[in-house]
């Protein structure tokens, strides 16, 4: 009797230690993580001269990976494609300036949010719109695919010709020539990487500020698989709280904007 109760509780820490031994294998330290980001969407990403990423969050990114002393490596991707390649563990994060949302929460987790600004339309400046659905009734609007832009404007102004973009650089320059009268952007990504460079002169922005969050979220975040939300998660949490305390996103903010981004 006695020799069976030890076999028992032989089997019973065996069974606990190979329990903790999957649980361990399950939750990875994540000293390499795969961060997927677009690398269209100045002043945020985008491939310099010399075929290198760069831009705010490209730094932001590399600041994170510094601060939760991982060896991160980027992955270019466009937007539209970045959520399956999360999905098809192409990646294991994004920075990409994805808005957090309860339509994106359902299929993905996010970190706490690090910016957040509001959408607005750009055409030319002294263009003259009145921005209600009957008011935009067949005026053409530039849009970048699977954004929350894309689907704002596809759903209240649905009189309005929507014309899809793989990057919003595309919008912007169809924006220029004529092709759209009207482009809807984040308003640091139509300030910042169109009016005011060359290519936007005579353009600015019109009509008011969108911040609705059913559409527009409570500000741009990490994005990464459900499953990974409680380890690889609070990694990039912990690391945003720091980045903002020790003054780092304060630095890299001022590098590239002249007013505040940081979600409060």
Avoid at 40 to 54: M, W
Avoid at 191 to 201: H, I, N, R, S, V
Wanted: aromatic share 10%; glycine share 8%.
């Amino acid at each position: 009797m006695q020799r069976r109760q030890l076999i028992a509780r032989a089997a019973l820490t065996a069974c606990a230690l190979l329990a903790t031994a999957g649980a361990h294998a399950q939750a990875p330290e994540w000293k390499k993580i795969r961060i997927g980001v677009e690398g269209a969407y100045p002043p945020f990403s985008e491939v310099g001269a010399d075929g290198k990423l760069k831009g705010f969050e490209i730094d932001l990114a590399n600041a994170l990976c510094a601060e939760m002393k991982a060896e991160c490596t980027l992955v270019q991707q466009d937007f539209d494609g970045l959520i399956p390649a999360l999905q098809s563990r192409k990646v294991d994060a994004i920075i990409a300036s994805v808005s957090i949302t309860d339509e994106r929460k359902k299929v993905i987790a996010f970190s706490n949010p690090y910016y957040n600004t509001p959408a607005r339309f750009a055409a030319k400046a002294d263009a003259k719109f009145d921005f209600t659905p009957a008011g935009l009734k067949g005026k053409k609007i530039g849009v970048q695919r699977a954004t929350i832009h894309e689907k704002f404007a596809a759903e209240t102004f649905k009189q309005s010709e929507i014309v899809r973009y793989a990057t919003q650089d595309q919008a912007f320059l169809d924006l220029k020539s004529g092709r759209v009268d009207l482009t809807l952007a984040d308003l640091v990504a139509a300030d910042m990487g169109f009016l005011k460079t060359p290519a936007g002169k005579g353009f600015g922005f019109v009509g008011p500020n969108y911040t609705d969050v059913k559409y527009f979220g409570i500000g741009s975040g990490v994005g990464m698989r459900k499953a990974d939300e409680k380890t690889l998660g609070k990694k990039f949490n912990d690391a945003i709280a720091a980045v903002k305390a020790n003054g780092t996103f304060k630095k890299l903010n001022d590098k590239y904007f002249e007013y505040d981004i940081s979600a409060k």
